[in-house]
T-cell receptor
Framework: GAVVSQHPSWVICKSGTSVKIECRSL??????MFWYRQFPKQSLMLMAT?????????EQGVEKDKFLINHASLTLSTLTVTSAHPEDSSFYIC???????????FGPGTRLTVL | AQTVTQSQPEMSVQEAETVTLSCTYD???????LFWYKQPPSRQMILVIR??????QNATENRFSVNFQKAAKSFSLKISDSQLGDTAMYFC????????????FGTGTRLTIIP
């Protein structure tokens, strides 16, 4: 199956700073990528759908100005958490929409801790 | 909007026994996929099994099988001959359409295999 990588795997930052998380589709050109957030002991909740070459689609309740998504190429989508606060501490997971296939492939996730 | 419900937050079973995890869903879509994903302590999401809604035959993958009851909107996972490596969080997920769509996850079931 398709391989998805994320970088960094974990990050600790101070409150008020911005953090960028990269999601790469290593062997598949993904026109669509999905960003999920998972709080401790909870399920995955979709934050936004990233579309190559166009604006991302955000789920209700997700601040688009706080969680900036850029999908500039078919293999890379980035999520930037701007002015991060402790409540943004979570596990962020991306997946690629494997264009027409019936399976998504997930990255290993990024653990964000905001102090 | 779709909803996915997993009513068993935690389950445990002796090694080599069989266990069934429950999942119900609600949708007005006619074309969709259902999935079971496994999330071990590493938190990497791993696809266990998928079911196309238009297929009447229940999907099987080695020790894993599903009982798909479309009219009842039920999608349970049976794990036979359970192994210690099956210990993980299990998420039921829904995807509408024929692919490249977002996933809606249930709240998960924490499964522990007891040696």
């Amino acid at each position: 199956g398709a391989v998805v990588s994320q970088h960094p795997s974990w990050v600790i930052c101070k409150s008020g700073t911005s953090v960028k998380i990269e999601c790469r589709s290593l062997d598949f050109q993904a026109t669509t990528m999905f960003w999920y957030r998972q709080f401790p002991k909870q399920s995955l909740m979709l934050m936004a759908t990233s579309n190559e070459g166009s604006k991302a689609t955000y789920e209700q309740g997700v601040e688009k100005d706080k969680f900036l998504i850029n999908h500039a190429s078919l293999t890379l989508s980035t999520l930037t958490v701007t002015s991060a606060h402790p409540e943004d501490s979570s596990f962020y997971i991306c997946s690629n929409g494997a264009g027409g296939l019936d399976e998504q492939f997930f990255g290993p996730g990024t653990r964000l801790t905001v102090l | 909007a779709q909803t996915v419900t997993q009513s068993q937050p935690e389950m445990s079973v002796q090694e080599a026994e069989t266990v069934t995890l429950s999942c119900t869903y609600d949708t007005s879509e006619s074309n969709y996929y259902l999935f079971w994903y496994k999330q071990p302590p590493s938190r990497q999401m791993i696809l266990v099994i998928r079911q196309e809604a238009y297929k009447q035959q229940n999907a099987t993958e080695n020790r894993f099988s599903v009982n798909f009851q479309k009219a009842a909107k039920s999608f349970s996972l049976k794990i036979s001959d359970s192994q210690l490596g099956d210990t993980a969080m299990y998420f039921c997920a829904f995807m509408k359409g024929f692919g490249n769509e977002k996933l809606t996850f249930g709240t998960g079931t924490r499964l522990t295999i007891i040696p």
